[in-house]
């Protein structure tokens, strides 16, 4: 029997779809498997960790088939996080992505780069937003609404554990993701040297204008 698609809490069978999902959007929003010779280190890097680490706070869009086709994880705390990160994520996967040279020579070895360096997360700029998170959905289930419903219910999670505001660093060059972030009320954050990068945040208050 088909269902509608619904977001639900992250379940452990869900891993598969999501690391699929993350290498499918990793390059600016795009596929990155053309660009990388091993993809598998953006899901290393910025989705399994936030399943192993705080699986509360993940939440993936479910097709109404039993299909992960999206999600939303992140983190409540990004100083603990990156911590956590360091003592009891990177030893699980540090000998298949061993710490690069500097500076990087290919675009695999600046991703290996970020995996070893988690403290990178940690910015005095954005201490007054402590939550950080991560949000994919497959193309196909974009620009439908789905993003919203997962936004939505990844704040009032933070907002029911007493967290006051979230960031996210997200891709300059992706403009379609930023007109997206700008619906859900994200405002920039001035972070020196960012880099590619474009730093948002938002209060995890006020949910009813989502």
């Not at 899901?43 to 509360?56: G, M």
């Not at 992960?68 to 992505?97: H, Q």
């Not at 020579?105 to 998170?133: C, I, K, Q, S």
Request: hydrophobic fraction near 35%.
């Amino acid at each position: 029997m088909t269902t509608s698609p619904t977001v639900r809490p992250y379940r452990p069978e869900d891993r598969p779809a999501l690391d699929d999902i993350c290498i499918r959007t990793a390059h600016h929003g795009e596929d990155s498997r053309p660009h990388y010779a091993d993809p598998g280190i953006f899901p290393t890097t910025f989705a399994a960790p936030y399943v192993h680490l705080e699986p509360e706070l993940a939440f993936v869009l479910d097709d109404g088939q039993g299909q992960t086709v999206g999600y939303i994880l992140g983190t409540a705390d990004t100083p603990r996080f990156a911590e956590a990160f360091r003592t009891r994520w990177l030893p699980l996967v540090a000998d298949r992505y061993p710490e690069p040279p500097s500076p990087p020579r290919t675009p695999d070895e600046a991703l290996a780069g970020m995996l070893h360096h988690p403290e990178r997360m940690v910015l005095p700029e954005l201490a007054d937003h402590p939550a950080h998170l991560h949000i994919d959905l497959l193309p196909a289930w974009q620009g439908r609404g789905y993003g919203r419903r997962l936004m939505r219910t990844f704040l009032q999670g933070l907002q029911d554990a007493g967290v006051p505001a979230v960031h996210l660093a997200m891709s300059t060059a992706n403009t379609r993701a930023r007109a997206f972030y700008d619906r859900m009320g994200f405002e920039g954050i001035d972070v020196p040297e960012p880099g590619e990068a474009t730093f948002l945040g938002r209060t995890t208050k006020e949910l009813d204008r989502l």
